[in-house]
Nanobody, 114 residues
Framework: QVQFVESGGGLVQPGGSLRLSCATSGFTFSMNAMRWYRQAPGKERELVASISSNSINTNYADSVKGRFTVSRDNAKNTVYLQMNTLKPEDTAVYYC???????WGQGTQVTVSS
């Protein structure tokens, strides 16, 4: 059974940082690209960052470019999202998922507020 378990969210002040983690199971993690998505209240889910299976290729939404960094540890079946210089508009539930299969996990809430 394919599973994605996100963690690391919380309440942070503008300009702060958080590191999200996503533990996966049920598939060959090292052979699959991974993506981070987010969904803010009243908005559609959007793609934030993606990383190839071997970490060579990464891509980011324009809104987070230069502030967020996606990485992965294939030995631990885990993907990470380092978020720096956070803004109130980054407030959302963050999800990870492989693009080709699997169901959404529960996500982790990130709230940026003073």
């Amino acid at each position: 059974q394919v599973q994605f378990v996100e963690s690391g969210g919380g309440l942070v002040q503008p300009g702060g940082s958080l590191r999200l983690s996503c533990a996966t199971s049920g598939f060959t993690f090292s052979m699959n690209a991974m993506r981070w998505y987010r969904q803010a209240p009243g908005k559609e889910r959007e793609l934030v960052a993606s990383i190839s299976s071997n970490s060579i290729n990464t891509n980011y939404a324009d809104s987070v470019k230069g502030r967020f960094t996606v990485s992965r540890d294939n030995a631990k079946n885990t993907v990470y999202l380092q978020m720096n210089t956070l803004k109130p508009e980054d407030t959302a539930v963050y999800y990870c998922k492989t693009p080709r299969f699997g169901s959404w996990g529960q996500g982790t809430q990130v709230t940026v507020s003073s």
